[in-house]
C-alpha cells in the first residue's frame, strides 16, 4: 500500500479473512508461575472471566520471559480473531485495540505508548505515575502481572 493510502481503503471489497490477512493483532500475557503448565492453567482461568468470549487464531504459545536467564514470569502471546466482524470501522490499529480491550472489565485502565492509524499498542498495568490503587493491581487472575495489545499493519 502507497504511504499516502489511509489504513482501511484498500480494504473495502475484501472478505473479512482477506482484510485480516493485512493486520498482525496479538494479545499478550506476563504471567507468574513456576513452569509453562501452570501458566497455561492461569491463563486459562484469566480467559475464562473475560467479560465476553474472545475468538483465538490458534492455540496460545507460551515461552519464559527469557531463554537465557530464567525466572517465573512467563509470556502468552495469543492472536485474537477478528474474522467473524463482518465491518470494523473505522479500520485502523486503534479500533482493533478497541475491540480486544472491550473483552477485559471495564475498570481497566490502558496506557497507549503507541497510537497512529497502522500501529497501537496498549498496557496495563498503567505506569506508576497513573496507577489506582486496588483497581490497578489485580487483572482477571492474581499471577496476570502484565497484559499487553499489539496491533500493526503488515501491508
Not at 493485512?22 to 509453562?36: K, P, S, V
Not at 495469543?78 to 482493533?96: G, K, Q, S, V, W
Not at 496507577?131 to 493491581?137: L, S
Request: hydrophobic share 40%; with cysteine.
Amino acid at each position: 500500500m502507497a504511504p499516502d493510502t489511509p489504513p482501511g481503503q484498500a480494504a473495502v471489497n475484501l472478505s473479512p479473512v482477506e482484510r485480516e490477512a493485512y493486520w498482525d493483532l496479538t494479545l499478550h500475557f506476563a504471567i507468574q508461575a513456576a513452569d509453562e503448565e501452570e501458566a497455561r492453567t492461569i491463563l486459562s482461568h484469566a480467559l475464562a472471566t473475560l467479560r465476553k468470549d474472545l475468538r483465538l487464531r490458534g492455540a496460545p504459545v507460551i515461552r519464559p520471559r527469557y531463554s537465557q536467564v530464567r525466572d517465573d514470569i512467563w509470556i502468552a502471546i495469543l492472536e485474537p480473531d477478528l474474522t467473524h466482524l463482518l465491518e470494523i470501522e473505522p479500520d485502523n490499529a486503534p479500533t482493533r485495540c478497541s475491540f480486544v480491550m472491550d473483552h477485559f472489565p471495564i475498570s481497566v485502565e490502558w496506557i497507549a505508548p503507541q497510537n497512529t492509524q497502522r500501529e497501537a499498542k496498549r498496557e496495563w498495568p498503567p505506569d506508576i505515575w497513573r496507577r489506582t490503587p486496588g483497581t490497578d493491581d489485580l487483572l482477571l487472575h492474581p499471577a496476570v502481572r502484565a497484559v499487553m495489545i499489539l496491533c500493526k499493519e503488515t501491508r
